[in-house]
Nanobody, 123 residues
Framework: QVQLVESGGGLVQAGGSLRLACAAS????????MGWFRQAPGKEREFVAF????????YNSDAVKGRFTISRDNAKNTVFLQMTSLKPEDTAVYYC????????????????WGQGTQVTVSS
């Protein structure tokens, strides 16, 4: 059973930066496309970014393009989300997810999920 554990969330002022990490265990990490999603109170889970198995391809949502960068370290079984120029509207619980197949922006396409980490951006 694959387990994903996010870390790095917290409270930051608008314009600041945070780096989220998601550590995977229980599977062959390089077998998975990895994604980041977020969910704000009262809203649906929203796609943020995904990265291919060996990091050659990455895709960000329009909402975070130019501000967030997804990366991975297969030797450490970890995927990262570097977030810069944070805005209050980025406030949400951030989840990492793993998928056996190619990247997707649809939450239902992912096979495994972490428990989430809270990111709060104050204005």
């Amino acid at each position: 059973q694959v387990q994903l554990v996010e870390s790095g969330g917290g409270l930051v002022q608008a314009g600041g930066s945070l780096r989220l990490a998601c550590a995977a265990s229980g599977g062959t990490f390089s077998s998975f496309t990895m994604g980041w999603f977020r969910q704000a109170p009262g809203k649906e889970r929203e796609f943020v970014a995904f990265i291919s198995r060996f990091g050659r391809n990455a895709y960000n949502s329009d909402a975070v393009k130019g501000r967030f960068t997804i990366s991975r370290d297969n030797a450490k079984n970890t995927v990262f989300l570097q977030m810069t120029s944070l805005k209050p509207e980025d406030t949400a619980v951030y989840y990492c997810a793993a998928r056996w197949k190619l990247g997707s922006a649809k939450p239902d396409d992912y096979n495994y999920w972490g428990q989430g980490t809270q990111v709060t951006v104050s204005s």
